[in-house]
């Protein structure tokens, strides 16, 4: 069981950069793997990426790859989403995800309340 809490979000013009944080409540932290999703007004949720629970291996969707890099550190209990070259496409809500060990990599199991991420064109 894991409590998740995202921060960071705001509003940012075009080309502009932000870093989300994610905060876990659990303390087996260091066993989940963990994402990032978003979410646009009047379309599905969508995945950004996820780093493994070392933090060694990472996967991006296209839309954002080159972009954004996520990382973790373990000993705080925090994943982060760092935000480059952001656009107006990149408007959303951010949502902090978890997994358990033998949980499909594909799959989460835990989800934050979401932080609002907007960009000015």
């Known amino acids: 069981q894991v409590q998740l809490v995202e921060s960071g979000g705001g509003l940012v013009q075009a080309g502009g950069s932000l870093r989300l944080s994610c905060a876990a409540s659990?303390?087996?932290?260091?066993?989940?793997?963990m994402g990032w999703f978003r979410q646009a007004p009047g379309k599905e949720r969508e995945f950004v990426a996820r780093?493994?629970?070392?933090?060694?291996?990472?996967y991006y969707s296209d839309s954002v790859k080159g972009r954004f890099t996520v990382s973790r550190d373990n000993a705080m209990n925090t994943v982060y989403l760092q935000m480059n070259s952001l656009s107006p496409e990149d408007t959303a809500v951010y949502y902090c995800?978890?997994?358990?060990?033998?949980?499909?990599?594909?799959?989460?199991?835990?989800w934050g309340q979401g932080t609002q991420v907007t960009v000015s064109s």
């Open positions: 995800a978890a997994a358990l060990i033998a949980t499909p990599s594909s799959r989460f199991d835990y």
């Open positions: 659990g303390r087996t932290f260091r066993s989940y793997r």
């Open positions: 780093i493994s629970r070392d933090g060694v291996v990472t």
